[in-house]
């Protein structure tokens, strides 16, 4: 069964430094996205990524953040200056339909220092 | 902003028990969908209701969507220890390409 990959599973960095992470969604799917959790807190969404733009971003999505599909099958989130509040479980997720069920990957855990 | 409550928070039961889990909203959803996560693991969805009033079922867990599109509840038959784990209720607002999540049902099946 097609499932969503992301690597790497943990990453651990210093403050101020910046992260990749890397998401490879289900191949026939055309809606992108990505969540955070942070331990002990409710799934929070981020970004959501058709026809290779933002189609929507949350408060918490600001200049630190940014996303590319650099080929047919990746999918990145870059932080530019990593923060602590940063640490949290980072989820890609894809869909074929929009608002018909997300298909979610096994996560990231970022650990900022 | 869009708020999903959950409840019960917690749920604790003997195998073989009858349980319903509650999803509430004051918004209005163009569709909700049921997950269930596994402690450092990714959502799996489970279901995803669009229409007000809609039931589906998926083997011993039945779905239900509230006429107003504002609530849902997830039905368990005769729960098994395998049924143990956090279900997650999400809603898509209309017009707005992303979930919101709720905070989560964490439900113990013992044996």
């Known amino acids: 069964e097609p499932e969503v990959t992301q690597t790497p599973s943990h990453q651990v960095t210093q403050m101020g430094q910046e992260v990749i992470l890397h998401c490879v969604p289900i191949s026939n799917h055309l809606y992108f996205y990505w969540y955070r959790q942070i331990l002990g807190q409710k799934v929070e969404f981020l970004v959501s990524f058709y026809n290779n733009e933002i189609s929507e971003k949350s408060e918490i999505f600001d200049d630190q953040f940014s996303v590319e599909r650099p080929d047919g099958s990746n999918f990145t989130l870059k932080i530019r200056s990593t923060k602590l509040e940063d640490s949290a479980m980072y989820f890609c997720?894809?869909?074929?339909?929009?608002?018909?069920?997300?298909?979610f990957g096994p996560g990231t855990r970022l650990t900022v220092l | 902003t869009q708020l999903l409550e959950q409840s019960p928070q917690f749920l604790s039961i003997q195998e073989g028990e009858n349980l319903t889990v509650y999803c509430n909203s004051s918004s209005v959803f163009s569709s909700l969908q049921w997950y269930r996560q596994e402690p450092g693991e990714g959502p799996v969805l489970l279901v995803t209701?669009?229409?007000?009033?809609e039931v589906k079922k998926l083997k011993r867990l039945t779905f239900q969507f509230g006429d107003a599109r504002k609530d849902s509840s997830l039905h368990i038959t005769a729960a098994q220890p395998g049924d143990t784990g956090l279900y997650l209720c999400a809603g898509v607002a209309g017009g707005y390409n992303k979930l919101i999540f709720g905070a989560g049902t964490r439900l113990a099946v013992h044996p």
């Open positions: 997720a894809s869909s074929s339909v929009g608002r018909e069920g997300e298909f």
């Open positions: 209701v669009v229409t007000g009033g």
